[in-house]
């Protein structure tokens, strides 16, 4: 037995055979032309075909992975429209005297090259982007064969990588499994992946080779573990571990449609946390209650510039439809500290988890701030939104705050743009300033969200993003508690209800803690919804204080 250590990208548990897929490209050959007018007609008409393409990849990727993760297919018909690959093309035909093809890929191999060289993570990911689309001009110039990937019988498919646009044609009934070579969690096909609930190991690394097509395998997409060849133990572990997950998933279902509500009739709302639009589809599949936190920075750091309000309003928009008036809590503009945008053109900071970052961007910089306040107040007509600003330490900034918000309803009244009159707005509590005034707080605000990962960093001056630390770092630390508590009760003392949006509301061992003090909600990854269920349905005792 062989036994291959990669990331795991999306868990699950898969037994096959392997099918290691090779991509039907050739060695592109350079050949002198005559007209180098008609070779440029050639690559014009290929790219147009290509474009094409691409619009259909987008409309069936809308469909199953949801528009935040389809505009990858919208990325590359950018990409191929773009002038400066264009003239390398053009200046390359016509310079050489050489073949489309020809022209074609040396753009994209020193394309790829300067993407590769570049220190940004997301420009790094666009090598792999531009050979994506250059590889599809290229089979349209020769002839070759374009489609989705088959077989006959399901299999767990192996790649030196796999690029978006061959994800998401994959047959899904086909494939138990894919593990690739390389790769990496943030790539579009990782992402891709995710949502298509298709269990996935990536950076496998050299020693998944061709040579192991057809061997039998088992893929442990919750460890990174592929097993190759498995012996009669691993076998009957790893069949142990997929029942196991299948019996946990199957309880589970038949929590759907039940009510959060303790033995002794103490309720709380149980909501999902998602980072963009797609996301969505998990939150309801698990019964989620509501969007207890929308991480709105990630419309901003999937895009290479400001996403524009029509962007943002439709992303917004769609949420709210799709929640069909269940609440959807959404954060403003949330990036500093570990999230970086270069487009921001953020100070270079010593300590930037104590630097510019959340609403200090906002109110800094108000243009921003009011094009993303204008989407969310768009999108409030057809939903039910709620809006909650982060990292908030003084009365002074929610009042600076309601300001801008006037001036927004404002604009929106003078255009006659409709609006929802009654949008919720709430505080981030994150920090221990805004714990030791929540109840100044409470009295400008609709709701709190406690994050108890900045929390906890913040309280106890650990940096979460250090793992020498982590010995040190307790986030069930009586301070920690105890802020909890002060926050919620100075909430209930103004009428105002109180959630808990960060890492620690999926800790089961604190759920019942939690509903002593009061909280109202809980609001956790979409997998976490029904586990949360389950223990709050089995708490006996779990009143307020």
Known sequence: MITLKGTAVFGGIAFGKIAYFKRKQGQVKRSRVEDSGLEIARFEAAKAAAIGQLKELHD???????????????????????????????????????????????????????????????????????KDISERV?????????GGISFDAPVILAAEDLAPSETVTLDKDKILSFIT???????????????MNIPAIVGLGDALGEHLDGKDAIVDGFNGSVYINPDAQTLAQMKEKAEADAEKKRLLEQLKGKENVTLDGRTIDIFANIGNVADTAAALQNDAGGIGLFRSEFLYLQTRDYPTEEEQFQA????????????????????????????????????????FRAIRICLERPEIFKTQLRALYRASAFGNIAIMFPMIISVEEVIDIKKIIAEVHSELDAANVPYSKDVECGIMIETPASVMISDLLAKEVD???????????????????????????????????????MAADNAHKEGKWIGICGELAADLELTETFLKMGIDELSVSPPYVLPLREKVRSIGAAKPK
């Open 316 to 355: 917004y928009k769609t949420v709210a439809e799709t929640m069909a008036g269940k609440k959807v809590v959404i954060r403003t503009l949330d990036i500093g500290a570990d999230k970086q945008i270069g487009y921001f053109n953020l100070p270079v900071e010593e300590n930037p988890a104590l630097g």
């Open 447 to 485: 709701f709190f969200s406690v994050g108890t990962n900045d929390l906890t960093q913040y309280t106890l001056a650990l940096d979460r993003q250090n793992p020498q630390l982590e010995r040190f770092h307790n986030a069930h630390h009586t301070a920690i508690l105890r802020m909890i508590q």
């Open 138 to 146: 290229i089979g349209i110039l020769s002839g070759a064969e374009q």
């Open 60 to 130: 069936k990727a809308r469909g199953e992975v949801g528009e935040a993760h389809a505009m990858i297919f919208e990325v590359h018909q950018m990409m191929l429209d773009d002038g400066d690959y264009i003239d390398s093309v053009v200046n390359i035909v016509t310079s050489q005297q050489v073949n489309a093809e020809y022209a074609v890929a040396v753009t994209a191999d020193n394309f790829a090259a300067m993407f590769a060289a570049m220190d940004d993570e997301y420009m790094k990911e666009r090598a792999a982007d531009v």
């Open 181 to 195: 070579m390389g790769g990496s969690v943030n790539s579009h096909t990782a992402i891709l992946a995710r949502m």
